[in-house]
């Protein structure tokens, strides 16, 4: 159940975000991207090495996304703060 709910959350985030924030055509967003998926993929191999319960995974991962999405609106406001200025 708890699953469930934390997938519609998501679903919705991400419609959100889009909606919000289209995805831009950048190299930085692709680079921050992986870099998340590896975050997300560390997370994964650490619980399975530990054995650790799977909502411990997914608090690793949800704040792993959350120090990710952060990092990406700090410099999409940053570059969005230096294109006004011009």
């Known amino acids: 159940m708890v699953g469930m709910r ?6 919705r985030a991400r419609h959100l975000l889009a909606t919000v924030y289209p995805i831009p055509e950048d190299d930085e967003f692709y680079r921050l991207r992986e870099l998340a998926i ?20 997914d608090e690793l991962i949800s704040a792993a996304l959350d120090a990710m999405a952060r990092d ?9 703060a230096s294109q006004d200025d011009r």
């Open 6 to 11: 934390s997938d519609r959350a998501r679903a």
């Open 38 to 57: 590896d975050y997300i993929r560390e997370a994964d191999r650490l619980d399975a090495e530990n054995g650790d319960a799977a909502t411990e995974s």
């Open 72 to 80: 990406f609106f700090a410099r999409a406001l940053a570059r969005t």
